[in-house]
């Protein structure tokens, strides 16, 4: 009996695979993507330049950020390179990335595969995106609704719907709210335990598919919190002259990240014909951290930029001294952001757990 459990989920990633194979190779038949459109909404783990056109000190349109990424340019991706979320699109048969919605390249038929509204330092919570002058998921709901209007425009009402229903919407939040807010705010964290202020997360979550539900969203992928004190910059600011992890914060990102899941099946079962799928990216990253050795990586506290203990945005330029040569060597590119190597292999999970979205 001990072998068929392991055989029976290894012949589960095979069927899952191969169904994943066969639609991509219809894809490939067809030239279309698995789905009509990829629409991304949440932080700077996914911010692909929204926040090049806002006055805020959360910006990475600058070297040496996106030095191994196409032509080498640094487009406002927080990362060397790409995103998870560029993979996913990949993935999915995109062959071009939704967006940015305040880039100019947002506009006429591009829309009609999607749109990035993600910026970074936002977070679940209001108040995080209104500190460092970034754009709160209300706002991003809101350009998604302007959005809704183009596409009427575009693509006519019926063609808009099927776009808006038969897509995939992907949300990447939650970070933020802690690393730079909740810990470093004293009218937070005098206020409320790190459990109190989840709770309020979670509640805000919930709000948020809501409202994205409402707009027609109906296949949604979001992912929990990584492991928050395994960052470079976590471990260096809160870790108390230690080299590991701080064990209290990804206590409490396991804790939302369990609160999640269980609101996230409340909202499946309360919202007719939502498939809501939460997408597991502490367990794999805080695996990397660990032995970063088996994944074929060299370093995973120290980031690539600069000292790899802090650096990140403006901290992180082309003047910052010590940045590695071969980022792909280190789990971190900043000190808050996985490398465009770690990206990739978070991606091929994201995959595997999310194909019910495209199947």
Same mark, same amino acid.
Not at 5 to 10: H, Q, S
Not at 12 to 34: C, E, F, R
Not at 135 to 159: E, F, T
Not at 246 to 255: C, E
């Given at each position: 009996?001990?072998?068929?459990?392991?055989?029976?989920?290894?012949?589960?990633?095979?069927?899952?695979?191969?169904?994943?194979?066969?639609?991509?190779?219809?894809?490939?038949?067809?030239?279309?993507?698995?789905?009509?459109?990829?629409?991304?909404?949440?932080?700077?783990?996914?911010?692909?330049?929204?926040?090049?056109?806002?006055?805020?000190?959360?910006?990475?349109?600058?070297?040496?950020?996106?030095?191994?990424?196409?032509?080498?340019?640094?487009?406002?991706?927080?990362?060397?390179?790409?995103?998870?979320?560029?993979?996913?699109?990949?993935?999915?048969?995109?062959?071009?990335?939704?967006?940015?919605?305040?880039?100019?390249?947002?506009?006429?038929?591009?829309?009609?595969?999607?749109?990035?509204?993600?910026?970074?330092?936002?977070?679940?919570?209001?108040?995080?995106?209104?500190?460092?002058?970034?754009?709160?998921?209300?706002?991003?709901?809101?350009?998604?609704?302007?959005?809704?209007?183009?596409?009427?425009?575009?693509? !006519?009402?019926?063609?808009?719907?099927?776009? %808006?229903?038969?897509?995939? @919407?992907? =949300?990447?939040?939650?970070? $933020? /709210?802690?690393?730079?807010?909740?810990?470093?705010?004293?009218?937070?964290?005098?206020?409320?335990?790190?459990?109190?202020?989840?709770?309020?997360?979670?509640?805000?979550?919930?709000?948020?598919?809501?409202?994205?539900?409402?707009?027609?969203?109906?296949?949604?992928?979001?992912?929990?919190?990584?492991?928050?004190?395994?960052?470079?910059?976590?471990?260096?600011?809160?870790?108390?002259?230690?080299?590991?992890?701080?064990?209290?914060?990804?206590?409490?990102?396991?804790?939302?990240?369990?609160?999640?899941?269980?609101?996230?099946?409340?909202?499946?079962?309360?919202?007719? !014909?939502?498939?809501?799928?939460?997408?597991? %990216?502490?367990?794999?990253? @805080?695996? =990397?951290?660990?032995?970063? $050795? /088996?994944?074929?990586?060299?370093?995973?506290?120290?980031?690539?930029?600069?000292?790899?203990?802090?650096?990140?945005?403006?901290?992180?330029?082309?003047?910052?001294?010590?940045?590695?040569?071969?980022?792909?060597?280190?789990?971190?590119?900043?000190?808050?952001?996985?490398?465009?190597?770690?990206?990739?292999?978070?991606?091929?999970?994201?995959?595997?757990?999310?194909?019910?979205?495209?199947?």
């Amino acid at each position: 009996m001990g072998i068929v459990a392991p055989l029976d989920r290894i012949l589960g990633v095979v069927v899952v695979l191969l169904v994943y194979v066969l639609a991509l190779l219809s894809t490939k038949v067809s030239g279309q993507p698995l789905v009509p459109a990829l629409f991304i909404f949440g932080d700077s783990v996914v911010d692909t330049g929204n926040n090049n056109n806002l006055e805020t000190v959360v910006k990475s349109n600058f070297p040496p950020y996106g030095r191994d990424f196409i032509n080498h340019r640094h487009t406002g991706r927080f990362c060397n390179g790409k995103l998870a979320s560029d993979f996913t699109g990949e993935n999915l048969g995109f062959t071009t990335y939704p967006p940015p919605i305040l880039s100019k390249e947002a506009n006429g038929k591009k829309l009609l595969l999607g749109a990035n509204f993600a910026s970074g330092g936002s977070g679940y919570y209001e108040t995080t995106a209104k500190l460092y002058n970034t754009i709160p998921l209300s706002k991003q709901l809101g350009y998604y609704k302007k959005y809704q209007k183009k596409l009427v425009g575009i693509a !006519g009402k019926s063609n808009a719907t099927s776009i %808006i229903t038969g897509s995939v @919407y992907f =949300i990447s939040s939650g970070s $933020s /709210d802690f690393v730079q807010n909740y810990y470093v705010n004293p009218l937070l964290y005098k206020v409320y335990t790190p459990y109190q202020f989840a709770d309020i997360l979670i509640q805000d979550y919930s709000h948020f598919i809501q409202e994205l539900y409402a707009l027609g969203a109906r296949k949604i992928g979001v992912s929990t919190l990584p492991p928050i004190g395994c960052l470079p910059a976590s471990i260096t600011i809160f870790g108390e002259d230690s080299n590991e992890c701080v064990t209290k914060m990804n206590s409490v990102a396991k804790y939302l990240n369990k609160k999640l899941n269980a609101t996230s099946l409340t909202l499946q079962s309360k919202l007719s !014909g939502l498939n809501l799928v939460v997408l597991d %990216i502490y367990q794999p990253l @805080y695996d =990397i951290i660990q032995k970063p $050795s /088996d994944y074929g990586f060299f370093e995973a506290r120290k980031a690539c930029c600069g000292t790899g203990l802090v650096e990140t945005s403006y901290l992180c330029n082309k003047y910052s001294p010590g940045t590695c040569k071969n980022a792909s060597e280190y789990v971190f590119w900043d000190g808050f952001h996985p490398s465009e190597a770690v990206n990739k292999i978070l991606a091929d999970d994201l995959l595997l757990e999310g194909i019910s979205l495209v199947s």
